[in-house]
């Protein structure tokens, strides 16, 4: 029974670090006025690279980090960074939504928004990757490997669940309301960033807690 409890716990601790609903606001600011089959795609391809993701950071995390020589806090402050410049993009954006999400780069495949920023460093930000290696290294054997890999199966089902209603709420709000919710989202982004690289600074240097 204990063992069910921990994978429970683990679930809810990933979860809650990937955080699905962060994703929103991003995804609607990003694809506001793109066509529905190309929104269904972002949707999938977001998903697996969440999952992906994961998976490395479960099986390989350790080894690649070590390998770089990057420790878990510069990993947290360069994430942090990376979405706080997100976040200056979403309040101070151009007000044309469709300049927004479509860029004028024809190059430039508007579908490149699921893997960065929402796969990474959104959803499976440094937190979640941090967590998920350090669970990683202390499984005892492959079933406890198996049971590691179906919950990350579930959150990155929760992830596809998320921005799926996210493409349903856009219908509601209209046009209008997703700039009104992007500026606002934007400022709580920033918070988050900013957050995430407060705590990278204090694990790098402890004195500033």
Do not use: C, H
């Not at 995804?27 to 795609?41: C, M, N, P, Q, Y």
């Not at 070590?66 to 979403?90: E, H, K, N």
């Not at 202390?138 to 921005?163: R, Y």
């Amino acid at each position: 029974m204990s063992d069910i409890s921990d994978n429970i716990k683990i679930f809810i601790a990933i979860l809650v670090l990937v955080n699905p609903l962060e994703g929103i606001s991003i995804f609607l600011s990003k694809t506001t006025g793109i066509e529905k089959d190309v929104k269904a795609r972002i949707v999938r391809k977001t998903t697996l690279s969440v999952f992906v993701v994961m998976i490395v950071s479960l099986f390989f995390g350790k080894f690649v980090l070590t390998l770089f020589g990057i420790g878990i806090p510069s990993f947290t402050i360069a994430g942090g960074i990376i979405i706080f410049l997100i976040a200056i993009d979403m309040v101070l954006g151009k007000s044309d939504s469709g300049e927004k999400s479509l860029p004028n780069d024809p190059n430039k495949n508007p579908e490149d928004i699921a893997v960065v920023p929402l796969a990474i460093p959104m959803l499976a930000g440094p937190g979640a990757i941090s967590s998920i290696i350090l669970y990683g290294s202390n499984s005892q054997g492959i079933m406890n490997d198996i049971i590691l890999v179906v919950i990350l199966f579930l959150v990155a089902a929760a992830v596809w669940l998320s921005l799926n209603a996210a493409s349903k709420m856009e219908k509601k709000l209209g046009n209008t309301g997703v700039k009104i919710l992007t500026k606002i989202s934007g400022l709580l982004v920033a918070a988050i960033a900013l957050e995430m690289v407060y705590q990278g600074l204090i694990q790098l240097f402890p004195k500033l807690q």
